[in-house]
């Protein structure tokens, strides 16, 4: 038989301007169409914010590997599966940050906050990083807004916690949602429950789902918050864990539905809601809307009140919540929430080459006032430029040509009622 030769031929690679570069998968570009919504979004946690008193804060969004695996805990899905981690060329593990609680802490710990107050308030807008499967709402770079309460133990500071983002969202005209609490105990009561918890779960071993097996001994309490129907059948009746707290999480947890009671506020305590995070202590909350469908999940925080120690900091109360930016555009966007960028309160068409550096000069003056000003620098004609004008929803616009600059005056238009008025050309006046 006669041997075959394969003819390797190596083709040279396309030249750069012929390559088609794309997103990264589960990323997404913000457009400009889109950024006002987004706007809308910040400036209304920054308003909230301002009005509870809670101050910025902006961390890195990469950390050290171990701050992340020490707080949020190695046996987590976030951990064990999620994380964006790296190593540099320092040979340190570094990780894009997956939340904002532990690099706010750091932050926290690093520079001495504690010492400036006894209780101190932050909150943040920023990027998170987690490699899950992209599905709506949940992007592998996506958007958080949060805040923490360093330093006060009381179930007030937890309160707060749900009225932030539900004072957020009802500012955006998100009125849909349900608001879910729950005690998660602490160091005193949750290692004798978790003990009883895994051995009546060993008990329905086999009915559980694959993932809720592999929880049992390393995780258990994220087996009742398990949203698959056969571990919901599988646990049922099972020894919930509001039923073995101690006297000092079952009076923090009663100073927390007292409060929300006086508030009138609707709420339902949910023995299975533990969150997915391992620092929680006491209170867990969440909040969701119907809007989402499966992925429902709004905002979700808690009280942490070892955590601060953990991370090598002085034994510190604290509670938080993060809130998804993308999921609450997803609510807007379902309730026709619409928001548009204002166009320019000038447009200024210029008719020749004199005109159109009159133009360009006016137009600087004018931004220097505050006034927001366009014009053309496509040498378009004065149907293309009046077009332009219309497409970018000019509030007035101004046609200078040799005549209005030879005599120093030319008209406004009203582009909404179409009435005209003389203007000084020196003096332009808008409004």
């Known amino acids: 038989m006669k041997k075959q030769h394969t003819l390797k031929v190596d083709l040279p690679s396309p030249p750069p301007f012929l390559m088609k570069f794309r997103s990264i998968k589960g990323t997404k570009d913000i457009l400009p169409a889109d950024v006002a919504a987004w706007q809308a979004v910040e400036r209304t ?3 909230v914010m301002h009005d509870f008193h809670y101050r910025e804060i902006r961390t890195p969004v990469f950390e050290q590997t171990a701050l992340f ?7 987590t899905d976030i951990v064990s599966k999620e994380m964006y981690t790296f190593t540099d060329r320092s040979s340190d593990s570094i990780t894009l940050r997956p939340e904002g609680t532990a690099s706010t802490l750091r932050a926290y710990i690093q520079n001495n906050l504690g010492e400036a107050s006894p209780l101190t308030k932050v909150y943040y807008i920023g990027p998170m990083f987690r490699q899950e499967r992209p599905q709506a709402g949940r992007l592998r770079q996506f958007h958080q807004f949060g805040a923490e309460a360093l330093g006060g133990q009381s179930p007030a500071l937890d309160v707060e916690m749900m009225l932030l983002p539900l004072e957020i969202y009802r500012s955006l005209g998100v009125e849909a949602f349900s608001l879910k609490i729950n005690s998660v105990g602490c160091e005193k009561c949750r290692p004798r429950y978790k003990e009883l918890l895994k051995a009546e779960l060993m008990k329905v071993y086999g009915r559980l789902s694959p993932e809720s097996q592999a929880r049992v001994q390393s995780n258990p309490l994220r087996v009742l918050d398990s949203k698959e129907e056969q571990d919901r059948a599988a646990t049922r009746g099972i020894p919930l864990l509001q039923d073995h707290l101690c006297e000092e999480c079952k009076k923090h947890f009663q100073g927390v539905t007292q409060l929300l009671d006086s508030l009138q506020l609707k709420h339902e305590v949910d023995p299975r809601l533990v969150r997915g995070l391992d620092y929680y202590t006491k209170t867990a909350f969440e909040i969701t809307s119907t809007a989402l469908g499966s992925q429902d999940a709004l905002a979700g925080g808690g009280r942490y009140d ?4 953990e991370l090598g900091g002085k034994p510190t ?19 026709e929430k619409s928001f548009v960028e204002p ?3 000038l447009y200024i068409v210029a008719l020749d080459e004199r005109s159109r550096k009159w133009a360009f000069t006016k137009a600087s003056e004018m931004r220097k006032k505050g006034i927001q000003t366009e014009v053309d620098y496509l040498e378009r004609s004065v149907k293309a430029q009046m077009r332009d004008a219309n497409r970018v929803s000019a509030q007035y616009v101004l046609v200078v040509g040799e005549q209005e600059l030879a005599a120093g005056t030319g008209k406004l238009k009203n582009m909404q009622s ?4 003389g203007v000084d050309l020196n003096d332009i006046r808008i409004g």
């Open 343 to 345: 166009g320019p309160a």
């Open 69 to 75: 695996s020490r707080s949020i805990g190695e046996l």
């Open 45 to 47: 946690v920054r308003r």
């Open 418 to 421: 179409g009435a005209e008025v």
């Open 317 to 335: 109360f604290g509670v938080g919540f993060a809130a998804g930016i993308e999921r609450l555009l997803m609510v807007l966007e379902k309730l």
């Open 306 to 309: 070892l955590l601060v120690e």
